[in-house]
């Protein structure tokens, strides 16, 4: 059963992911309510150091977390980590404390929970991967599922890799291969599980109003591609050849163990999302792309929250 109109906390709501989520969340009847670090952007405070104000939400959405691209660093690793660990126990903190508190709360994590998949297909009964973004995504969502102790139905998105216009990292990617620079990394056999970013708000949005939903949920697109299979979908959108790959030495050793995780295969499937029904507004690569790339032309959409 999908709820109605709802009055939903949103952290990162100025973000790729949240802008596209409050938008949908606003198409849709919903009111947003945005949590934000900056005290001048508006809404409530988020901080890692102090519970959040849940107070009259019946849902909350959480996607802040510091970027995983650019160079793994210790101090990287450590605003990875502490960004949505601590972030998410603030969150927790303040649902707990909230009279009353939120429902239901759908919080962000990652397909790489299942690390690299060596050719396996996965989906949310399969344990969790090696490796430090497996370890960081299985400490966010226990802090997420300690909300289920006081009644609240917690959901942990699984996001894969984001695709969409203007954001994330087609922003970069789109540009190189205008420029005719594009190409395959490594050996562009890994596979990719992806999703568009409409789809992320959109199945956030469903679970937060879904009361069947519930635990891991990998928001994904049905089927995982390869990097070539990636490769010559964004070479064939902008009409540009591909003949630039990056071989994988050299992805090591200008990014160090970042480069692990784009040479890494993932292989990761929305089980669950498809036997409750869920229905992808951009269902497969091609379709994503397209809708990417094309769009992409365009300035980026303002939050629709100021």
Known sequence: MVRGSMRIGL??????????LAGQALDNGHS??????NPKSGGRKFSLDSPVDCSGLDAMIHLAGEPVLGLWTASKR???RESRV????QVIEGMAAAIPRPRVLVAASAVGYYGDTSGRPVDESSPRGEGFLAGVCREWEAEATRAEAFGVRVVCLRI?????????????????FRAGLGGRLGD???GMSGVHVDDVGGMALWAAGNAEVSGALNAVMREPFSNEQFTKAIASAVHRPAIFPAPAFVLRS???????MLL??????PRKASALGYRFQHPDLDAAIQASVFRAQRASPKSPLR
């Open 188 to 190: 562009g056999r890994q």
């Open 11 to 20: 952290t990162g709501a100025s973000g790729f992911l949240g802008t596209t």
């Open 32 to 37: 947003v309510v945005p949590f934000s670090r």
């Open 160 to 176: 894969g890799f984001v695709l969409g216009p203007g954001g994330g990292a087609l922003k970069f990617i789109v540009p190189l």
């Open 78 to 80: 450590r605003r990875i």
């Open 86 to 89: 601590l972030g998410t126990r």
């Open 254 to 260: 200008a990014l160090g163990d970042l480069a692990g």
């Open 264 to 269: 890494g295969d993932c292989r990761v499937l």
